[in-house]
Each structure stands twice: as C-alpha cells, then as structure tokens.
C-alpha cells in the first residue's frame, strides 16, 4: 500500500508556492480560458476518496476541451520535471490520480469536459451512441439518455457518480458485465490527448492499438477527453430479486449457471453477509425493506457458518401497470429461478424503476455522509480470483479473516473472461470464469472506527494469502508500489504495456499517481 505524505515543512511549503506562482504565469501564456485555473488548496484536489494519501498539487487545471489539455501536457512534456494527473470524481482509493510530488504535480480538473451530446446514428458510422466528454458523470450520460429517446448504455457500474474517463481507463465493472462485457468492451470511439500532447481520435478500426492501450491503460498513455457510448432501449421497471444461501459451493455454482446461460436474467451479482443481528452486515441487510418482509433467520439451517450468501438478480421489463408485462415477469421470474438450490423462505423481490434501480447506491450515500462515514478513509480491496480459487478464498477469507464483516459491502460475483477483449489492457487471470471480489468497507472515522492502519494491514494480509496460495488472481483497480510488482500484474502483457508508453508517453508525463513509472528528466 501506498503510504500517505504529509508536507507541513515551511520551506517546502514556501517552495510550492514558488513553484506555483511560476507555473501559473507559464499557463497564462497558453491564453488558456480564463477560469481554467483553480484553487488547489481546495482539500478535494489533495486528498482521495481512499483518503490514506495526501498530495498536494501545485496547480490544478480545469480544462474546457482537448485543445486545452493538449497545451497543459505539452508544457509538462518541455519541462523536464512537470507531470500531469488527470482526476475525475476523486474516487480513486491510493493515490492513483493524485500527484507524486507538490512541486511538480499539475492536476487536471476534467469536469469541464462533461459535454452529452446524443446520437442517434444518422450521421455516424456507430450507430445509436453518446458522445460523451471523459469528465462527465455516468449517472449524468444515464439521465441525458433516457430524457432524450428513452436509450442507455448496457453496461454499468454499481456507484455512477464516477467519470466516463475514470472508470474506461480501468474497465468499469457491474452486474451486467457477465452479458454484455464491462464498460470498456461497450465504447466505439475515443478522443485521447496523447503524452505527446497529440490530439488523436481512434477506434477499433483507426489507430487500433492506442484505442485498446488506452481502454484500463491506468491513465498511462493518454487522457480520455470524449468517448461514444453505445445506446441502446432501456427498459422502464425492474424486478428485483435476492436469494440466500449457506454453503458457497452451492451459491457459486448457481451464480455459474446463471452466467453460462444465453437466456439468463439481466443483471447477476452477489454479495456475503454475517450471519447474526450485526446491523450492517447481517441479516438485515438482505431485505429491501424492513417489517412485512424482514429477514426471517429462523429459516436459517443448523450448523450454518459464519457468513452466509446472497445473489441478486434483475429481470427488465417495460410497464408496471400493464397486468400482462407483470403476469409475464412473474413466470419468466418464477421459470428462471427453478432449480436453484437457495434457502426455501428466504427469496426476496422487489419492483423499482430501471433508473432508480441504477441509482441505488445514492441513498445508501446519503446515509453515509450523515453519519460521517463517506469522509472517512476507505482502504478499499477489489480482486479479480479465478472460479478454481474462489472456494478456497471463501473457506480462508470470508469465513476467518472476514467473519465479522467488514462493516460495509462484501461483493463476489462471476465474469466471463470471453466477454473482455484481449486487445485493452486490463490484467485478468488465466480462468474463462472468474470472480469480482469487492471489499467495501464504509467505517465511521477512528476513534469511533477501526484505525485506518488497521484496515490496510488486513488488506495486505489478504493479498498475501492469494500470492502465498498461488490463486490466478489481479488486483482490479490496482496500485502498487514498485516496478516489480507492476511486472508480476500484468505477466506476459508487461513488454506490450511498456512499448505503448515509450510510444506515446516517452518521458512519462502522465498519471504519475500510479506508480509505474518515474518521470524522465
């Protein structure tokens, strides 16, 4: 794990402000817009949502287009010490999207590049599609979509108040990926501001080997300033649908069936929870609501672990007051799940709106934030394990290391290895089937929570039970410290990954944040 910083000497202060002043007089010279540069004092540009590392910028940038980024990457690119980290949202976790070094470290605001525009594939050779700026909001790209002609993106990530550009330059990950791939199998067209500075628009069939580099390239070889999305119908409504399980073998093999099947519901996920009153990860946290239809833990088999599982389903349909559409979901429902071995009396369902179903982590964020716990560190862990490995992870993880929870979500889910194009740059492991291992823990702030320390030594002890173990196993959304232990993640692809960034970043001005490699002089 990535250590945090902390600059609170005088002098280095006094340097930064130097710095600063000296490179916002060389910005002024690129007659860039006039409010493009902005306060980096401001706390969002020094810290993450990981909040274990703190960095600060010496200016921060809010570029308005590609034009723009390309004079900001070109004055780096001059200079033999400047560097530029490309930040959305700030939900990365360690670091990724902050700056090494305060005297250095240009940041690149890219919320003002957060232009909608909708396609309908009359002029485009793409077909239905978004043409997206890289610092726009998923849940922004949804909302615009389904205003405009009722159509969206297939595929999703749980939380979409995450930037278009951040989550396709690491893969973009949900329930849905099992069918349609994730984020980064589902654009047709990007926009990249090389490390060279060189505007280039590239595609499957133009420039291909940028267009796939830069797809979960880390933010290594370019800065995603647009990109089109596929659209497609959306539906209006959503059955949803949580089944319980006790023994993972049997949750993972219908998990595995579900993912396998060409008729299959439209979203699957999983998640374990503990088995007991913990009021965050208990019994309680199955539900979709509390009274009539409570968790009934008396249905629970004897003997039963420690934690239990809990697969979600979604079925999509079209009307909620058209009695037919309803009686048809109830039998599509009812025929899908037959077979599965889940705990009898313990299924779930619920109806909600497609956009409120893809939304749904908003409340719980609200919560969050009430309570403290969204600005508290979050030393987050998510791993891509092999189906092979998966059932021993489950007996030495969930079942010991985590028994008691984690105090937020713990996802585990099967993805198709088939459904990823080979050609982006995403490290996966060797299996057809593997799993999404998320541990999401949403703790209040120590005192009243676990230290963060605390939580980053758990994480690490993890992560050395899967190399211990010899799991065919990836860090997704990965960090590391050391040169080395990027070569181990990306294995066979490393000599590809470093040939693309002499290509078009060769004095490694981007993304620093990352850690891969140094900035050379």
Not at 214 to 231: D, E, H, N, P, Y
Not at 311 to 322: K, P, R, W
Not at 364 to 380: C, K, L, T, Y
Not at 430 to 447: D, H, K, N, Q
């Amino acid at each position: 794990m990535l250590a945090a910083v902390s600059e609170t000497d005088e002098s280095k202060t006094t340097k930064v402000d130097d710095v600063a002043d000296d490179l916002i007089s060389q910005l002024h010279d690129l007659n860039l817009d006039r409010h493009c540069i902005v306060d980096a004092t401001s706390p969002r540009y020094y810290r993450d949502f990981g909040g274990m590392c703190l960095s600060h910028p010496a200016v921060v940038v809010r570029p308005t287009s590609s034009v723009e980024v390309s004079k900001v990457i070109q004055l780096c690119g001059s200079s033999s010490y400047l560097t530029v980290s490309p930040r959305g949202n700030g939900h990365s976790v360690s670091g990724q999207a902050m700056p090494v070094d305060s005297t250095s470290g240009i940041v690149l605001d890219m919320s003002g590049l957060a232009s909608i525009e909708i396609d309908l594939g009359n002029e485009n050779l793409f077909g239905p599609s978004a043409w997206v700026g890289g610092g726009a909001l998923w849940e922004d790209v949804l909302m615009r979509g389904i205003e405009n002609c009722m159509m969206a993106p297939r595929s999703w990530v749980d939380y979409l108040r995450l930037t278009v550009g951040g989550t396709l330059s690491n893969g973009g990950v949900s329930g849905q990926a099992f069918k349609f791939g994730p984020q980064t199998a589902n654009v047709k067209e990007l926009e990249v501001v090389t490390g060279k500075g060189d505007i280039i628009s590239c595609s499957d069939k133009k420039d291909v080997d940028l267009f796939y580099g830069v797809l979960g390239g880390l933010g290594q070889f370019g800065v995603i300033t647009r990109a089109r999305i596929s659209l497609y119908p959306a539906p209006e409504m959503v059955r949803w649908v949580r089944l319980v399980y006790t023994e993972f073998q049997v949750y993972a093999a219908d998990a595995e069936l579900l993912v396998s099947l060409d008729d299959s519901f439209d979203y699957v996920e999983g998640f374990v929870f503990v088995n007991s009153d913990d009021p965050i990860n208990g019994w309680d946290s199955v539900p979709f609501s509390r009274g009539e239809n409570s968790f009934d833990h008396g249905k629970i088999p004897p003997g039963a672990g420690p934690v239990l599982y809990c697969l979600e389903l979604t079925v999509h349909y079209s009307c909620s007051q058209n009695a037919a559409e309803k009686r048809w979901v109830d039998k599509r429902v009812a025929k899908m799940v037959r077979g599965l071995r889940f705990v009898p009396g313990l299924e779930f369902t619920t109806d909600v709106g497609y956009v409120d179903f893809l939304t749904r982590v908003n409340q719980a964020e609200q919560v969050w934030r009430a309570n403290g716990s969204w600005d508290a560190p979050h030393p987050w862990l998510n791993l891509f394990v092999s189906s092979a490995d998966i059932a021993d992870f489950d007996r030495s993880v969930f079942r010991e290391i985590l028994r008691d929870g984690n105090g937020g979500v713990m996802l585990v889910y099967p993805l198709l290895k088939s459904r990823w194009d080979p050609r982006a740059s995403m490290a996966l492991p060797e299996s057809e089937v593997f799993y999404l291992v998320a541990l999401l823990g949403m703790r209040s702030p120590f005192p009243d929570g676990v230290p963060m320390e605390q939580l980053m030594t758990q994480n690490e002890e993890i992560i050395n039970h899967c190399v211990s173990s010899k799991y065919d196993f990836k860090l997704y959304l990965p960090h590391y410290a050391d040169e080395e232990h990027w070569q181990t993640h990306f294995g066979n692809d490393w000599s590809r990954f470093v040939e693309m960034k002499s290509l078009y970043d060769p004095i490694t001005v981007l993304t620093p944040g990352q850690r891969i490699f140094e900035r050379k002089k």
